[in-house]
């Protein structure tokens, strides 16, 4: 399971067909691909670590709190050409990217293990669409957290 993490002041999704936008103020973008291996106890280790995260700013400006400690918003979104390989070629292969049978759950479930472990409010992009995604990076901050 990887994920790219960016801090931003402002994101948003639009899909064009069928139509959907979705959009949230200071807080996370978290563009996740899931391998193939990925399993429940990845999604729950992956939640918790999104949740836990300190890179937003305290009084002594140090990232030293979380989504937890300053109540952002997190858009999640999935991604699955995180996990494409480019070390071969200037193609990527897809061939560790898991199964949308296999994928959409597991995302599904970060979100919901977010919300309902961690009480932090997650909004979504939809699986399997084409999206716009816009977004003001903050810092700019962007992590990348692989769990291998």
């Excluded at 990925?38 to 989504?67: C, E, P, T």
Aim: aromatic share 4%; hydrophobic share 40%; net charge negative.
């Amino acid at each position: 399971m990887i994920a790219v993490v960016q801090r931003v002041t402002r994101a948003g999704v639009t899909v064009e067909d069928p139509p959907y936008s979705a959009k949230i103020g200071c807080g996370l973008c978290v563009l996740l691909g899931i391998e193939e291996g990925d399993d429940a106890i990845d999604a729950g280790w992956m939640a918790n670590k999104l949740a836990h995260l300190r890179v937003f700013n305290d009084a002594q400006d140090k990232m030293n709190l979380s989504l937890i400690d300053n109540g952002g918003e997190l858009l999640l979104i999935s991604q699955f050409t995180l996990a494409g390989d480019c070390s071969q070629g200037n193609r990527p292969s897809f061939v560790s990217a898991a199964s949308p049978e296999i994928a959409e759950p597991l995302v599904t479930e970060v979100g919901d293990l977010l919300q309902e472990q961690h009480s932090v409010s997650v909004t979504r992009g939809k699986f399997g669409e084409m999206m716009h995604i816009d977004l003001v990076n903050d810092g700019p901050v962007t992590v990348v957290i692989h769990r291998e």
